[in-house]
């Protein structure tokens, strides 16, 4: 039956389904509910980067106006968590031997980590209350960064053992190594070398939507959460770990969801609100209970991009053909690990970029310290490697007085390529197609002239435009980001669709109607418009005739998470796994016709803890930008012009959210390159609103940005289309730097490129 309707999906512009009711403001976002009766929580942070609790009295608090009850450590059954390692308490209360957590919930190693939740009449009641609870601290030594975690004698953040950890009771607790050839001896034997320490910075998500969540119990007795997030079903897990009950005692349903970016991965208020509504329930109270956070609680309780700093050595010989490279990578993970451990998986793999490289000698390392926790965040470790391995190839470049695009073409990654952990690249590698197509667009090998005349800039609006000090450069990266989770997870997603459509079983008998059944999350980026439009061309149908059921445990299968670039990859194999059961129900005769069907990609493996070649990803995405700018070397302000990005994307699903999905990385990039300036000292971040952390405005924005889809086929994706959400965020930073080089002469090995830090670099060099 598939194809057997005219209308086809795939490949067309079709508009977002939630485009009119975000247009019109009738989208339920979690901060929209209040239903009648509902309480408000608010959630206590402890203020503390590192310190014991000797002891907290709730008393006064308990007994403010308006106040219903008080939830503390007591009543969290085990009182751990973590998406990837439960190194993390809850609630942090008075240390109690009899409860059930591996890690040391007494202890407040973040100043974000949760006293208790204060739950009252009124926000405002909720608030005044949480003033008066009375916790008494020992304060402890405050680890403010790497240096400090591996500074001789330095105190050890977690001491306690975590199955997690490849090594325990360090803070440089976690370690990857690659070891591929013999980099020492070809590293002697190279013409040229360049070597650096790079420094990244944080980075904060700065989603429209801050945490909000609702919660209750539903009419089957389930703890219900309605919040939005990026993976339903580990969330319940999550959840239902901490209550100690089953998954299915407890329900997560995703309403809109106003942005993600990997900051809505792990978990904020969901536990927390689960355990007010258990408690009140206890308290033979039947009341919803929501939350939302303020921006500054946002800034300061969630996770960040990871900040931390790689020291690197590339050889090469004189015509720019690559030999070695060496690395030593720490990522600051802060107090909890989160994802680091994967995340510092993807920088390890990434710090080499996308080269065929015979010989490496790589060593990387997740450190905990007292600052706030790094974690998933678009790019998940690539633009971090990416921002190295891409300066020093053009570094190199210059070295070797080559053209930046021609050394690549040297170098690149192709078809049957053995990749940096030592065994062949996941069939469909088309990294010279991306690069050839990203320097066309940019017209790169064409006049140079075109692109050297300085254009008047205007930094102030109390000066003139002027070009007496503004120089003009371009610059040019590339990078290759996986697909999918990694490292030997057991990746998955499942979907179910159900036919309608006549009662007959005649030859020209045929569904006219589908609903599809998944939990996989859109956080904007239109993932339920591709589920839709996948589902019609999968079974034939228009897809007005598709309707879909999501993000809801109570009624979908487990999709994975909206991460990753996976979700369109995973999902859609899922969905044409799906209707090929619903269609073989269908001429079964089943009405309605019901197919259920659970995706598993070829398997990977966790990176060998010597650096013997292991296979630890099925599939990668692929993307090249070329930026050109103008600098005014009097005030250090840069003005990007022309943003070029080429990437596969393996099969357009729906163009114009392609141009979206690239257009909003590249202003996320910008931001992460330019201007966006997370202040943390001591343990403590400075500056937690957007008056004082800038993230760009539509003003600041690079005045053109122009998309390239490549459609280079994957083999193992679903109408040959691959992930590329992340993409176009990997390769801006280090694209910037080169053509900053490339305008003032001056190399900068980390950013944000603020005007401040830019006239410094500039005068150092003077």
């Known amino acids: 039956m598939s194809g057997t309707n005219a209308a086809r999906s795939l490949g067309t512009s079709l508009p977002k389904i939630d485009a009119d009711p975000k247009t019109t403001g009738s989208a339920i976002y979690a901060g929209d509910l209040a239903p009648p009766g509902v309480l408000f929580a608010n959630v206590v942070f402890t203020d503390q980067p590192h310190a014991r609790l000797v002891s907290l009295d709730t008393d006064a608090c ?36 009899s409860a059930q957590h591996r890690v040391r919930a007494d202890v407040s190693r973040w100043e974000a980590d949760h006293l208790a939740v204060v739950v009252a009449e009124t926000e405002a009641q909720a608030v005044a209350a949480a003033a008066m609870l009375e916790p008494v601290w020992e304060q402890l030594t405050v680890v403010a960064d790497i240096d400090d ?21 360090q803070n440089a607790y976690h370690h990857y190594v690659i070891r591929k050839g013999d980099a020492e001896t070809a590293m002697a034997a ?31 007795g389930r703890i219900t959460i309605e919040t939005g997030g990026q993976w339903a079903h580990e969330d319940r897990e999550q959840v239902a770990h901490a209550l100690g009950v089953d998954d299915e005692q407890v329900r997560i349903i995703y309403r809109a969801i106003g942005g993600a970016f990997g900051g809505k991965e792990d978990m904020s208020v969901q536990i927390v609100l689960a355990l ?26 969630h996770h960040k991009r990871h900040r931390g700093r790689v020291t690197t050595r590339w050889g090469a010989s004189l015509d720019g053909r690559l030999l070695a490279v060496e690395a030593t990578c720490y990522l600051d993970a802060g107090a909890y690990n989160y994802t680091s451990n994967k995340v510092l998986g993807n920088l390890h793999l ?7 490289i015979e010989h490496a000698s790589i060593d990387s390392w997740a450190v905990y310290t007292n600052a706030v926790p790094g974690g998933a965040f678009r790019g998940f470790g690539a633009p971090q490697g990416c921002f190295v391995a891409e300066s020093q190839m053009n570094r190199l470049a210059d070295a070797c007085g080559l053209d930046p695009v021609e050394i690549r073409r040297r170098n690149l990654l ?8 030592g065994t062949e690249m996941p069939p469909g590698v088309s990294l010279p197609e991306v690069v050839a197509a990203c320097a066309d667009g940019a017209d790169w090998e064409g006049d140079e002239s075109a692109h050297r005349d300085p254009r008047p800039l205007q930094v102030f609006a ?42 007959g079983n005649g030859a020209d008998d045929a569904p006219t109607e589908a609903d599809v059944y998944l939990a996989g999350a859109d956080v904007g980026q239109g993932a339920h418009t591709a589920f839709v439009q996948m589902t019609a061309e999968a079974l034939g149908l228009p897809a007005s005739n598709v309707k879909g059921h999501f993000s809801d445990t109570a009624t979908s299968g487990d999709s994975g998470s909206a991460s990753a670039s996976r979700l369109s990859f995973m999902t859609g194999n899922a969905i044409l796994g799906a209707a090929e059961e619903a269609e073989k129900a269908w001429r079964d005769g089943q009405r309605p016709a019901e197919g259920f069907f659970r995706y598993v990609p070829p398997p990977t493996e966790a990176l060998d803890p010597d650096g013997a070649p292991t296979t630890p990803n099925f599939a990668y995405g692929y993307v090249a930008e070329a930026v050109d700018l103008s600098v005014d070397i009097s005030t250090g302000h840069i003005v990007v012009h022309d943003v070029v990005c080429a990437v596969d994307v393996g099969r357009a699903i ?38 004082g952390y800038l993230i760009p405005g539509i003003g600041d924005m690079p005045e053109q940005v122009r998309t390239v889809l490549v459609e280079h086929r994957d083999p193992r994706g679903p109408f040959g289309a691959r992930g590329m959400a992340e993409m176009p965020m990997i390769p801006y930073a280090p694209a910037v730097v080169a053509a900053l080089f490339d305008a003032t002469g001056v190399w900068f090995n980390q950013f944000p490129l603020t005007p401040w830090r830019v006239l410094a670099g500039l005068n150092d060099r003077r």
Not at 278 to 300: H, T
Not at 414 to 421: L, P
Not at 660 to 682: K, T
């Open 654 to 691: 729906n163009p114009q959210l392609l141009e979206g999905q690239v257009e909003g990385a590249v202003a996320q990039a910008h931001g992460y390159a330019l201007s966006e300036n997370l202040h943390v000292a001591d343990a403590r971040i400075l500056n937690p609103r957007f008056s």
């Open 276 to 301: 007010a509504v258990r408690k009140l329930a206890e308290m033979g109270i039947d009341r919803p209970v929501r939350c939302q956070w303020s921006r500054e609680e946002s800034i300061i309780g």
């Open 462 to 503: 109390s000066l003139p435009p002027s070009t007496d000090t503004v120089r003009r450069g371009r610059g040019f990266a590339c990078a290759l980001k996986n697909v999918g989770f990694s490292f030997g997870f057991p990746e998955r997603s499942e979907a179910k669709i159900v036919l309608h459509g006549s009662d």
């Open 149 to 169: 975690a591996l500074a001789p004698g330095a105190p050890i953040i977690h001491p306690e053992p975590n199955e997690g950890a490849s090594d325990q009771g």
């Open 190 to 220: 190279a013409d040229v070398t360049v070597e650096g320490t790079y420094s990244f910075p944080y980075q904060e998500h700065a989603y429209l939507q801050p945490e909000a969540a609702l919660a209750y119990i539903d009419e089957a």
């Open 414 to 421: 192709t078809e049957g390529s053995i990749g940096i952990t």
């Open 350 to 356: 990434t710090v080499a970029g996308p080269y065929d």
């Open 62 to 97: 308990a007994g403010a106006p308006g106040v219903v009850a008080v939830v503390t450590a007591a009543d969290v059954p085990v009182n751990e968590y973590g998406l990837t390692m439960a190194d993390q308490p809850v609630l942090v209360g008075p240390h109690d031997e």
